[in-house]
């Protein structure tokens, strides 16, 4: 995978790792930035443990020397981004598979917008999130209404539902 493939946020299948996401991979872009202070396009292979411990992996001494051993190589003691990848793609929790996700939440929208306005009033859509969680208190719905309709059209689009049905 290029740099452009990453920034251009599509899915990559790297090495022995798993299939990653643009968010995933805008995650290990950072990181990898983050410690590849000159500018070089590689990370020296010391700070690969302090990057996993980041991604929520403690990995002993000798497991960190075999995995290193494994993706730098080149052997030169730094780790360039598609190494990396390969390298951290093996420890990056799975996404749910958003397109389905959103097919799915797409479908529960229509059956809310029976006249298929592409749109609902924020009182079926507040309804909506009573019938989902009864305990939310109303100015607790006012608020995520507030906040979802933004520019205070009164209404709730598709991609307005997305973003609080996803977080």
Same mark, same amino acid.
């Given at each position: 995978?290029s740099?452009t493939?990453?920034?251009?946020g599509?899915s990559?299948s790297s090495g022995? /790792?798993?299939? =990653?996401?643009k968010d995933?991979?805008?995650?290990?872009r950072?990181?990898?930035?983050?410690?590849?202070k000159?500018?070089?396009?590689?990370?020296?292979?010391?700070v690969v443990?302090?990057i996993?411990?980041?991604?929520?992996?403690k990995?002993?001494?000798?497991?960190?020397d075999?995995?290193?051993e494994?993706?730098?190589e080149d052997?030169?003691?730094?780790?360039?981004f598609e190494?990396f990848?390969?390298?951290a793609?093996?420890?990056?929790?799975?996404?749910?598979?958003?397109?389905a996700?959103?097919?799915? =939440?797409?479908?529960?929208?229509?059956?809310?917008?029976?006249?298929?306005?592409?749109?609902?009033p924020?009182?079926?859509?507040?309804?909506?999130?009573?019938?989902?969680d /009864?305990a939310v208190?109303e100015?607790?719905?006012?608020d995520?209404?507030d906040?979802?309709?933004?520019?205070?059209?009164?209404?709730?689009?598709?991609?307005?539902?997305?973003?609080?049905?996803?977080?």
């Amino acid at each position: 995978m290029s740099d452009t493939a990453s920034e251009a946020g599509e899915s990559t299948s790297s090495g022995a /790792g798993k299939e =990653l996401s643009k968010d995933q991979l805008k995650v290990l872009r950072d990181a990898f930035n983050a410690f590849d202070k000159e500018k070089t396009g590689s990370i020296p292979t010391d700070v690969v443990g302090t990057i996993l411990e980041l991604l929520g992996h403690k990995l002993s001494e000798e497991e960190l020397d075999e995995v290193i051993e494994e993706y730098d190589e080149d052997e030169s003691g730094q780790l360039e981004f598609e190494e990396f990848v390969a390298l951290a793609s093996n420890y990056v929790e799975p996404e749910e598979d958003y397109e389905a996700l959103r097919k799915e =939440l797409r479908e529960v929208f229509m059956m809310y917008d029976k006249d298929a306005k592409g749109y609902l009033p924020v009182e079926e859509f507040k309804a909506i999130l009573r019938e989902l969680d /009864g305990a939310v208190p109303e100015e607790e719905l006012d608020d995520i209404v507030d906040e979802i309709d933004a520019d205070g059209s009164g209404t709730v689009d598709f991609e307005e539902f997305m973003e609080v049905m996803t977080g």
